[in-house]
């Protein structure tokens, strides 16, 4: 942040602009719906807490009588008469209060899906209403697929489309090749990361970002260009080779609507090499020139900072490899976690339970070993992180949307099943009702131990509370500050442990090689450039799918207590509605301060997040159906478990049907122009946004700056814009370093200009 100056108003009226404006435009679409999520989890967490006030108000305070009652009257001392009022009253207390949840959840599921599905035709009216105010790259631009891999020329490659297309001819602004850096060696991956790092560090240094003294001397960084230049010719020519997809840009929306109408693909002959043309026979047999080989054209929805150039393209085998093996690995962090789990309540907590010692959980080693277990539970979340994210995925929003699946279920099973272990204990007696007079054994012994089975409930509460109120707060401080702090803070002391206090006395030693092999990558062990710093210091991209991860986990541990005779669950509501109001707050007018728009925008996260709510909502009508098990109305087990699941699949259902038929109302073709006023073109939409399909692309960085007009690779002439119309200097772009293309004194300039 910059200094304010001696003005401290002003600095803070740009913190006020910064964070409190209620201006989305500049928030983008994906941050945007999220901050309305918050908002909308805000009213979904009052609305469970108003019905924990009404079965609150309304319920029987029996346990709490039976036990201050026992205290009082020294529990054994009391008449048989005053047992029977007691065991009558706790009876009635425990139907009434079984009664009314009951009620309470069937009220309570209609106004909930309502909500939601307000709350969903909201959010497609604001997606609409920015797409038709804002134009994006990906409203200018159509994929081609089954490319052959040898067109490696933008030139060339845009001359064949303007041939073929002639209805297009002088429309297409420019193509984008992909090359296939996936299935090249390692070694030969890492020096291209080089060479691109020698680029933005040149060019930081020529826009007057960093200090000359600081970085690498200018002849030595200058000798090392040059050599990156002789190598990546050789790797060009000998190594490298196209993915078989390009995309193809349109100066003008209605460029791109008329080619989709009028074409789905191009022949493969077409991109022949020209020798190849020549040398062709107009006769040729079709054996030898399959008609039916096309070069495809689809509108991906694609934009250029969302891929990940570096993974382009898995083959079919391995997608379908990738496809299986994950799941396989993702469920086995599931099991590890259960096992974790299974040890630590079977030696800390089931001892106690199965002999009802009082307050044997309070004690400092099951404390302790509970923590450690919720440690464990981060520790797999951000191995499902890592996991996803290596697997290959192209698209930004792809990894996103599988982890946060991946990431939710996680936390579901993995606090779903700690729930479980809290309830299910012994003495814990779940149907309420009586049994017939007829079998007197079992009614003697359901009179026996009504008043242990009550104290065992609500012992169950109170425990149950105590887990999900630190749930709630370790795991989601652990997840900010794990994800978010802790690796900043620890590069930072790592490099000032190495590079300044000098630890160890050499870099060969043990506690230097030992951090060094924790900190981003260094292309020298004595030195580091302030790029490499940068890199090992910066935040961590925002991540949507963890935030939304805490909107499904949360609610749904908080409607657990719906299911339980217990006093505690307005306690437990009370905390996640102050919690999604804190949660608004913090996101909205912090993290938004501290990281901006550094994350790439889109609103795919959402469509994932709100169909997996159906999950949460689904868990209220499952829980009247458990109260009916509990007062009678359904005598046998079998049957209540049977009626749950019916319940919950049903729910699901119809919540998801209404889902589609929001969707269906606000359906559009992909095909069709936007509804706006005046179309900007792309090279306005380029200007805004700061990427374009080049400036993100490593290999036509590299292509420009070294090869622009070697034979076979031709990039676009000078015809062609490729960067925005501010930079100084053409460079690789990334998100959020926006400033880094521009001269340090542009803004100076232009208004002196």
Known sequence: MRAAGPDSSSFLRRVWRATISAEQDNLGVGLALFYNTQLFLICFCFLILMASVTIRIHEAQGSNTLFSGGDEHGGCSMSGARMEEMLAFVVAGQTRYAVMSQYVCMVLWPASVLLSWAFHWYQKQSVRKYDNEHQTAEDYTVMLTDLPKDMMSERRLKEVLEKELVCLHGEIHGVSICYDMKHISTESQERLES???????????????CPGHLGTPEDELAASMEEDARIFEEMLQNELRGSGRAYVVFKMQQSLVKVLKERRGILQSAFQAQTDEKEASPMKSTAHSPIFDVVKLVHTNDAPEGLLYNRMWMTPQEESATNHEMPRR?????????????????????????????????????????????LFNVAIQTAVMIEVADCGFVRVIRIDQVTFIWNTILLLLSIGYGIFQQCWRAGMRFVLVAPELADEQAWWEWRRLTFQ????????????????????LMLYILGEVGNVLAPVLFNWAALRAIFVINIGGSHDSFAQRTLRRMLPKFQSPETVTPREAERAQILA???????????????????????IASDKNLNICAWLFGFSLIFYMWQRYVMLWLYGKTSYDSDDTYKVFIVMWGVVLSQIPSAAAWWSYRVGEI???????????????????????????????????????????????????????????????????????????????????????????????????EIGKEFRHRAKNFDTEQKSA
Request: glycine share 6%; proline share 4%.
């Open 330 to 374: 993702l469920f086995l962090y599931v099991a590890a976690y259960g096992v974790v789990a299974q040890l630590f309540y079977s030696s800390m907590i089931l001892p106690y339970q199965d002999n009802f010692v009082e307050g044997g959980e309070d004690a400092a080693a099951v404390k302790i070993v509970g923590k450690v277990v919720l």
């Open 541 to 563: 991209p925002f991540l949507l799918w963890m935030e939304y991860s805490y909107v499904v986990v949360f609610p749904s541990m908080a409607l657990c207590t719906f299911y």
């Open 635 to 733: 005598t046998e087990a079998p049957f209540a478990f049977i009626l749950m699941a019916m319940t919950f699949s049903l729910s699901l259902l119809i919540y998801e049907a209404g889902l589609l038929f929001i969707d269906s109302c606000f359906w559009e073709n992909d095909i069709e122009m936007d509804d706006m006023d005046e179309d900007p073109g792309y090279v306005a939409v380029m200007d805004q946004t700061g990427a374009s399909w080049w400036n993100v692309n490593p290999i036509y960085v590299l292509k420009q700056r070294y090869c622009p007009d070697l034979p076979g690779f031709e990039l676009h002439g000078r015809d062609v814009q490729c960067w925005p119309s501010y930079v100084a200097s053409k460079g690789f772009f």
């Open 453 to 472: 089975s009550v104290q065992t409930e609500s012992m169950v509460g109170a425990n149950l509370a105590g887990v999900l109120t630190e749930q709630i």
């Open 195 to 209: 060479m691109l790092e020698r680029i933005v560090e040149w060019d930081d240094l020529r826009n007057e970002w």
